[in-house]
């Protein structure tokens, strides 16, 4: 299950950040389907031919680092503190725009897990922590179960909203009643966590 948190960043500060994603000079780049590399799924509520922009922010193996790193790592660095998370490491964070694209609410797009570019190994054993800019519609689904999966948790998208979860599969959604939807998405990995263990499913990687 996913951790719900509300309000840990001031009102200016989510005003900040949305100010700026939306901004005409943010520069996005285009994606032509929401996850590129994930596992072959036969799913007939996946819905996943529309492109959506991305802003690679950070992303640790890659040469992938932003004029707007420092801003999104210290929201980052802001929630941790607030629960107490110390030795952080900053895995990737991206930040992602959906649009209207005639979705269906029982649909969503490809369910996946996380992951980061490494040459090494493929890295999935982190923490993904999603902040919500603004309010809108098209929520994040989780899912349990492998290989036969099904829906465990829906979180809607509200400004200033986070939510929290040990990585494992799961889907967004592009927006039916707003125009936009857009979120930030952070994986990073900590050395202290063992205190939300218990607060998390015992399923996490599937």
């Known amino acids: 299950m996913a951790l719900v948190y509300e309000n840990v960043l001031t009102q200016e500060q989510q005003n900040t950040i949305e100010n700026i994603v939306t901004n005409v000079r943010f520069p996005w780049n285009v994606l032509a389907k929401t996850v590129l590399h994930s596992e072959e799924i036969v799913d007939d509520n996946i819905y996943d031919d529309f492109p959506v922009l991305f802003h690679m922010c950070y992303e640790k193996g890659s040469q992938a680092i ?57 890295d999935t054993d982190f923490i993904v922590l999603i902040y919500y800019i603004m309010d809108s519609d098209g929520p994040t689904v989780l899912f349990k179960g492998h290989p036969e999966y099904h829906i465990e948790q829906k979180i809607h998208p509200k400004k200033g909203r986070f939510i929290m979860f040990r990585n494992k599969r799961h889907a967004g959604s592009f927006p039916i009643h707003h125009k936009i939807r857009a979120v930030i998405n952070f994986n990073f990995r900590s050395s202290n966590l063992s205190n939300l263990d218990k607060e998390f499913s015992a399923d996490y990687k599937m």
């Open 66 to 122: 932003s004029p707007f790193f420092p801003l999104f790592k210290q929201v980052l660095l802001d929630f941790c503190a607030s629960q107490d998370i110390k030795d952080v490491e900053i895995l990737r964070i991206r930040v992602n725009m959906y649009f209207q694209a005639g979705m269906k609410p029982e649909q969503y797009t490809t369910p996946h897990i996380d992951t980061y570019r490494n040459d090494e190994t493929t």
